[in-house]
């Protein structure tokens, strides 16, 4: 059957008729809706991990036992599992073991930027890169043989404009291996040094009999073209604007297979053209390869390391002609990213600002606290280093500094990394004040579910983690909840836990306004006679107020009635009577 899917679904479709039986990742766009989408299909396990590291080593666990595994994340979430990663090129697999990886050129919703083809070569593991919908399902069924056959996980790299756009595939059916026997392999699986040193050249022979596959795969693929003054070696969503800028003109080689990469035929192929341009984004991957092969090459001397391409951009750079664009009769007005109306997170972040505190921040959509007007955070690094960094920047300074420092994380973030951050400043004793703002779901990914909500990934009732009793069981005595509407007791609270003279964690609970569990009591009123124009409510920017002729005005297609804005008003101009 033919139907349009996203590069993500695509991939999903192809675990599924792969016969893969086991997935486990955590969230983290753009790779978040493969997880989503192959959970559908009954006959494969699938699971949210706590993190990247536990979601590849529950798979890799998964291909030890016998069946074919997976596991999803996004670039920076590879950083988290290279720990299990490196050792896994060693052991290889029984079953196949695919991990996926989306890289996120543009930084449309991440916080670097970098290249995740660089561990492919580090940890001397094949990596595939599918360049459309119809490529994301043939390369994971190719990813498992391949896995197979050379005895080595497969990372499967995608990217934010092929996870997210759509084009047409031919679905097949599930095709499921016999599973794998499982035997005791110590030498195998053990990786302590005397097995790791007998391991090692065995990997550098999978790398070698790689190179030689890829010599010949139909995945790394010449296409001539008309004018041979040029040569472009390419590969993903590059390739695809190489193609719609200049379709046949001139020759490409593309490759499907990044890593390692042919060289005899990349040889040959320089061979037939004139000049040799690497176009692909961010680092010069592809470009050093070749050079390495002694061929003279250009890439980013044309092409940016930051950001990603266009069609435009590589017309551009290599000669063609670029159609001139329409202008706008209208300038568009900046629409900066901001907490949703009603979020628990806005009026928590208010407090924090008006005790002029510094804020350790972490990873999630309570991030936008750092942007006006509230302008509330002082760092963001990496999950989890909000709680790791409060010890050191309170153990740096001195007690007024504890006093008037926080770490704030979100509920899926503290499990994710958190914790262990936690259980350092009980165990090292530094009296840091962490607050855990559980909205009650994984929001920032769009509302999956985590350990702390409940339920499991396909929406079924499991085992909740007690956020009070964690973090007392790693050692902190001081654990108070708030409701962060109630902006009084909030700020007492953390007056209060500031003062203390030990570690403390404040867990600001209130569910995240877009479930559609949650019920609100509707928009409030705002009363222009009572309106002075003080501008207070605006301090808290949430999009459902504006000021319009001097007077604070709500709108109530946003508006949920959270009442924040009301306990800022000292005229009473807002939630008059009538208004809920």
């Known amino acids: 059957m033919k139907m349009l899917m996203l590069g993500n679904e695509a991939v999903a479709r192809g675990l599924y008729e792969a016969g893969c039986s086991f997935v486990s990742s955590y969230p983290g766009t753009p790779s978040t809706e493969i997880t989503e989408c192959v959970a559908k299909y009954d006959e494969v396990y699938a699971e949210w991990a706590p993190n990247e590291k536990v979601a590849l080593e529950a798979a890799f666990g998964a291909s030890v036992r016998g069946v074919r595994s997976f596991c999803a994340m996004k670039h920076v979430g590879l950083n988290v599992a290279a720990d299990p990663l490196f050792t896994i090129s060693y052991t290889g697999v029984n079953a196949g073991l695919i991990i996926g990886v989306a890289d996120d050129a543009g930084m449309h919703s991440s916080q670097n930027e970098q290249d995740s083809r660089h561990y492919a070569q580090a940890a001397k593991i094949p990596m595939l890169e599918p360049s459309d919908s119809a490529e994301a399902i043939a390369f994971t069924k190719l990813a498992y043989e391949l896995s197979e056959k050379f005895d080595t996980a497969v990372l499967m790299k995608m990217c934010t404009r092929v996870s997210h756009s759509q084009s047409v595939v031919e679905t097949g059916?599930?095709?499921?291996?016999?599973?794998?026997?499982?035997?005791?392999?110590?030498?195998?699986?053990?990786?302590?040094?005397?097995?790791?040193?007998?391991?090692?050249?065995?990997?550098?022979?999978?790398?070698?009999?790689?190179?030689?596959?890829?010599?010949?795969?139909?995945?790394?693929?010449i296409e001539p073209g008309q004018d041979k003054s040029v040569g472009i070696i390419t590969s993903s969503t590059c390739y695809q604007y190489v193609k719609e800028a200049f379709g046949d003109t001139y020759s490409v080689l593309?490759?499907?297979?990044?890593?390692?990469?042919?060289?005899?035929?990349?040889?040959?192929?320089?061979?037939?053209?004139?000049?040799?341009?690497?176009?692909?984004?961010?680092?010069?991957?592809?470009?050093?390869?070749?050079?390495?092969?002694?061929?003279?090459?250009?890439g980013k001397e044309l092409f940016s390391e930051i950001g990603e391409l266009s069609q435009n951009l590589v017309l551009e750079k290599l000669g063609g002609a670029v159609q001139a664009g329409k202008a706008l009769s209208e300038e568009i007005p900046a629409r900066p990213p901001v907490?949703?109306?009603?979020?628990?997170?806005?009026?928590?972040?208010?407090v924090l600002k008006k005790l002029n505190l510094t804020v350790l921040g972490d990873i999630g959509c309570y991030t936008l606290g750092a942007v006006a007007p509230l302008s509330a955070?002082?760092?963001?690094?990496?999950?989890?280093?909000?709680?790791s960094g409060i010890h050191g920047f309170v153990?740096?300074?001195?007690?007024?500094?504890?006093?008037?420092?926080?770490?704030?994380?979100?509920?899926?973030?503290?499990?994710?990394?958190?914790?262990?951050?936690?259980?350092?400043?009980?165990?090292?004793?530094s009296n840091s004040t962490v607050i855990i703002l559980d909205n009650s779901i994984t929001g920032m990914t769009g509302h999956q579910q985590n350990p702390t909500t409940g339920y499991n990934l396909k929406g079924d009732p499991c085992t909740k983690i007690d956020l009070e009793s964690l973090c007392r069981a790693v050692g902190i005595n001081r654990v108070k909840v708030v409701d962060p509407y109630d902006m009084e007791t909030c700020q007492k609270v953390i007056k209060e836990e500031l003062e203390a003279k030990e570690p403390s964690v404040i867990i600001s609970r209130r569910p995240c306004a877009l479930l559609k569990y949650v019920k609100h009591p509707g928009p409030i009123c705002s009363d222009p006679e009572k309106c002075k124009g003080c501008k207070a409510c605006m301090n808290i920017g949430c999009p459902a107020i504006s000021m319009v002729d001097g007077k604070a005005v709500i709108d109530e297609t946003l508006c949920v009635g959270c009442g924040v804005c009301e306990q800022l008003c000292k005229f009473g101009a807002l939630g008059a009577e009538g208004g809920r």
């Open 395 to 429: 153990k740096a300074g001195d007690e007024a500094c504890a006093g008037k420092t926080v770490a704030v994380i979100g509920d899926s973030t503290f499990i994710h990394s958190g914790v262990t951050g936690l259980i350092n400043i009980a165990y090292n004793e």
């Open 377 to 387: 955070i002082d760092t963001t690094i990496c999950m989890g280093a909000s709680v």
């Open 339 to 350: 907490m949703c109306a009603g979020c628990p997170h806005r009026s928590l972040f208010y």
């Open 254 to 298: 593309k490759l499907g297979m990044i890593w390692p990469m042919p060289e005899q035929k990349i040889k040959d192929f320089a061979a037939t053209v004139e000049k040799l341009v690497a176009v692909e984004e961010l680092d010069g991957f592809i470009e050093t390869h070749c050079r390495n092969l002694g061929l003279s090459v250009s």
């Open 173 to 221: 059916e599930r095709v499921v291996p016999k599973q794998k026997q499982y035997e005791k392999n110590p030498a195998k699986y053990i990786m302590m040094p005397a097995n790791a040193k007998r391991r090692h050249p065995a990997v550098e022979e999978r790398t070698r009999a790689l190179t030689a596959w890829a010599e010949n795969a139909e995945i790394n693929r």
